[in-house]
Antibody, heavy 123, light 110 residues
Framework: QVQLVESGGGVAQPGRSLRLSCAASGFTFSSYGMHWVRQAPGKGLEWVAVIWYDGSNKYYGDSVKGRFTISRDNSKNTLHLQLNSLRAEDTAVYYC????????????????WGQGTLVTVSS | SSELTQDPAVSVALGQTVRITCQGDSLRTFYASWYQQKPGQAPIFLIYGKNNRPSGIPDRFSGSSSGNTASLTITGAQAEDEADYYCNSRDISGTQLKGFFGGGTKLTVL
């Protein structure tokens, strides 16, 4: 069965960095686009970034562009999100989610989600 | 415009039908997808495309779209349907692609 397990969350000071990971199993990871979606405490969902199945294209939400970097290692079935220049408003649960589209980019239908990892930005 | 608007809260009597709506310009071009989220849990994929349900989603959930509005309908709401519901879409501006969610609708089953 499809499994997505996030890790790497924790507490970071403003301006510092964190790297999140998402370990995928139960499907051919290299065939699917992958996303990061976040949710601030008590708030709604916010799309963060997407990466194509082969890493050839990456797109970001306006609030994280230039600070966050999405990447993947298809040999290790792992998705990453590098969070730099962290701000208090980046405090959220970060979910990785699989795009339902295979090999043809992304359709932004998130068919499987991990359980999330909490990032807290505080001094 | 990269915005989707949802009513913050909706209520429905047990066994009745409820419609949750989502409005945005991008919906004139792209179909929405819908997600259910219960407290402390990850979202669940409910509806996508014109009106498609992933396997395992009960057929009391259905979707529709007209103009700039997408709708999620629950026919015969159950107590376990009490949750937050989010719509999602995408938009292309020049060479930039991005996704976005509606603000969410909290459904109360009375």
């Amino acid at each position: 069965q499809v499994q997505l397990v996030e890790s790497g969350g924790g507490v970071a000071q403003p301006g510092r960095s964190l790297r999140l990971s998402c370990a995928a199993s139960g499907f051919t990871f290299s065939s699917y686009g992958m996303h990061w979606v976040r949710q601030a405490p008590g708030k709604g969902l916010e799309w963060v970034a997407v990466i194509w199945y082969d890493g050839s294209n990456k797109y970001y939400g306006d609030s994280v562009k230039g600070r966050f970097t999405i990447s993947r290692d298809n040999s290790k079935n792992t998705l990453h999100l590098q969070l730099n220049s962290l701000r208090a408003e980046d405090t959220a649960v970060y979910y990785c989610a699989r795009d339902s589209s295979t090999v043809v980019g992304a359709n932004f239908y998130f068919d499987y989600w991990g359980q999330g990892t909490l990032v807290t930005v505080s001094s | 415009s990269s915005e989707l608007t949802q009513d913050p809260a909706v209520s429905v009597a047990l066994g009745q039908t409820v419609r949750i709506t989502c409005q945005g310009d991008s919906l004139r071009t792209f179909y929405a997808s819908w997600y259910q989220q219960k407290p402390g849990q990850a979202p669940i994929f409910l509806i996508y495309g014109k009106n498609n349900r992933p396997s395992g989603i009960p057929d009391r959930f259905s979707g529709s779209s007209s103009g700039n509005t997408a709708s999620l309908t629950i026919t015969g709401a159950q107590a376990e349907d009490e949750a937050d519901y989010y719509c999602n879409s995408r938009d292309i501006s020049g060479t930039q692609l991005k996704g976005f969610f509606g603000g969410g609708t909290k459904l109360t089953v009375l």
